[in-house]
């Protein structure tokens, strides 16, 4: 299993490296994201940006801005470009399958991601260090590593989920902005709800901690990122793609 | 072990309200390459899905290298290659990428897939344009790297879906000599679907012959061609009245005849009767300057096959 799985990702990574015209993707695009995302913004806020537990939710946004380039074009796209049945046709285990297309896309969002914190982190130092070693602190680094995953996780998961059925890569991008959407409706909700329904909640999000809150936040991705996976795993069938 | 790569036994698969495949029964013997030929829609391609264990049947069963593919298809997937409708190749991968991925896939050790990609690109005349991405090769560039990867893992058995649809006549014809060179290299059963009637007859070492879902005919090509479609004789000549046409007519084994301008056509049911055929010409007054008997073609057998068997009342014929 590991074997195929590690062989659908070095496939998937060639083929993103590889692309080119766009922006997401492709050996330039990922240098002007670093360059970005890595240095110009973390420059631009200052040693401010090593020491705010805020930059945690700045980092969680970045493996979502990444893997929504790519993963759309997992199924979708071999679909389109009619490679989708031959690969179907080959040893390879359904399961290794489904893994591949979500790992290359967390490999890809996840560790571009690291690879821009830690950039960031250089940047900062380069620039303000003035000797001294400016780096986030511990419990925020575990925030960022931890978030970054199962953000990359979750948005890879959901990404390849409806890329499964979807006919084309443009009908799989836009069914994920769609089901990305949906699942923020309790947090667009919260303005339509009572005055005093909101009073009371912002009392009780105003008594916790940051730790309790990421912790929840945390806990919240991981379950959604398991039912997703679930999901997936439960629709991927040969006969159903190959009639797809 | 068993002489028979594929076995199907009253095979089916239907689609909604559609019958794309009735009732197959089929074996197809080890080492040959076998000729799966029929009209658009015939039910090919799904014959071949249901070979690989990429559809389940809604009837009957299949076997393929001893394996039930509806309850082993991975195994079966396994032992096999496939170059299905679409040639399947990542186009913005490179030659030797597509090549290493399906290599790696197959789990092929990686001297081995260094080797055995060297070789077949060589052997395909493929090897000094590896690094280009396989989208900027030509149709028929495309069509022998995606052969090559079929054949990558040295499978006992290969699916090949129209491997020279749309191809160039010389480049089908170059890839047809390949097929067969590797067939008898390595073995290979080669099951082969196409359209083109001339490739199958070149090709193949026994053909079936399926149309709207139904086996037809199945047999090898010279077989074939001797069965349904059944032997002429061209006379050329003067004098073939209303009279000599009726006299001919009534000779023993005379399916119908076809006269016209100086040409006469005899239909024999079975086997020609040359001699008593000129006979009762002579003797009814014709002159005769030439007397042909044509030979039966494949594609005459094909087309009768597929063109009069009534559909509702088809059986096969095996030869």
């Known amino acids: ?244 | 072990m068993s002489d028979i790569v594929i076995r199907a036994t009253k095979l089916g698969r239907d689609f909604k309200t559609v019958t794309a495949l009735e009732a197959l029964d089929l074996e197809v013997p080890a080492g040959i390459v076998f000729g799966f030929l029929g009209p658009n829609g015939a039910g090919k391609t799904t014959t071949i899905r249901l070979l690989l264990g990429l559809l389940e049947p809604t009837r009957g069963r299949a076997e393929v290298l001893g394996r039930d593919v509806a309850s082993h298809g991975p195994e079966v997937r396994a032992l096999s290659g496939a170059l299905l409708e679409q040639s399947g190749l990542y186009e913005r991968l490179s030659a030797a990428d597509n090549l290493e991925y399906y290599g790696r896939i197959w789990r092929l050790a990686a001297s081995e897939r260094r080797a055995r990609i060297r070789e077949l690109l060589s052997h395909f005349g493929l090897w000094d344009r590896r690094a280009e991405p396989a989208g900027l090769w030509s149709r028929g560039m495309k069509q022998k790297l995606a052969v090559a990867r079929a054949l990558l893992h040295r499978p006992r058995l290969v699916f090949l879906d129209e491997p020279t649809a749309g191809l160039d006549p010389v480049a089908a014809a170059s890839l047809r000599d390949d097929l067969a060179a590797l067939a008898a290299r390595e073995g290979t059963t080669i099951f082969l679907t196409t359209h083109n009637l001339d490739e199958a007859e070149r090709l193949c070492h026994r053909v079936a012959i399926i149309r709207a879902g139904r086996l037809l005919a199945e047999g090898p090509v010279e077989e074939l061609k001797r069965g349904p479609a059944a032997p002429a004789t061209d006379v050329r000549g003067r004098g073939f009245g209303p009279a000599l046409v009726e006299r001919v007519g009534a000779l023993p084994g005379v399916a119908g005849i076809d006269a016209a301008d100086g040409l006469l056509t005899v239909h024999w049911k079975e086997a020609a009767d040359t001699s008593a055929l000129l006979r009762a010409l002579v003797d009814g007054g014709a002159e005769v300057d030439e007397l042909v008997a044509r030979k039966a073609t494949f594609e005459d057998a094909f087309l009768r096959l597929v063109k009069d068997e009534p559909q509702e009342n088809a059986s096969c014929s095996t030869i």
């Open chain 1, 1 to 244: 299993m590991f074997h195929d799985l590690r062989t659908v990702i070095w496939k998937e990574i060639k083929e993103i490296l590889g692309q080119r015209g766009r922006f997401k993707g492709g050996r330039m695009g990922i240098l002007i994201f670093l360059v970005v995302f890595g240095v110009v913004l973390p420059l631009q806020n200052g040693p401010e940006w090593v020491r705010s537990p805020l930059v945690m939710i700045y980092w969680a946004w970045v493996p979502f801005l990444l893997a929504s380039g790519v993963v759309a074009d997992s199924f979708a796209g071999e679909r389109e470009r009619h490679t989708l049945e031959t690969l179907l046709a080959s040893r390879l285990p359904d399961r290794a399958i489904l893994a591949g297309k979500i790992g290359a896309a967390i490999v890809y969002a996840w560790g571009l991601t690291l690879a821009c914190v830690m950039a960031g982190a250089v940047a900062i130092n380069i620039v303000h260090g003035k000797g001294r070693l400016l780096f986030y602190a511990a419990p925020v680094a575990a925030g960022i590593f931890g978030l970054t995953f199962l953000v990359a996780l979750l948005a890879s998961g959901l990404g390849v989920l409806v890329s499964l059925r979807a006919a084309t890569v443009r009908q799989a991008q836009q069914a994920f902005s769609v089901a990305f959407l949906l699942m923020f409706i309790p947090l667009l909700a919260l303005p339509m709800l009572p005055g005093a329904v909101k009073a009371k909640l912002l009392a009780a999000v105003s008594g916790l901690n940051a730790v309790t809150v990421t912790l929840a936040v945390v806990l919240l991705l991981a379950i959604a990122a398991a039912v997703i996976l679930i999901i997936a795993d439960a629709r991927f069938r040969r006969n159903r793609l190959i009639l797809d």
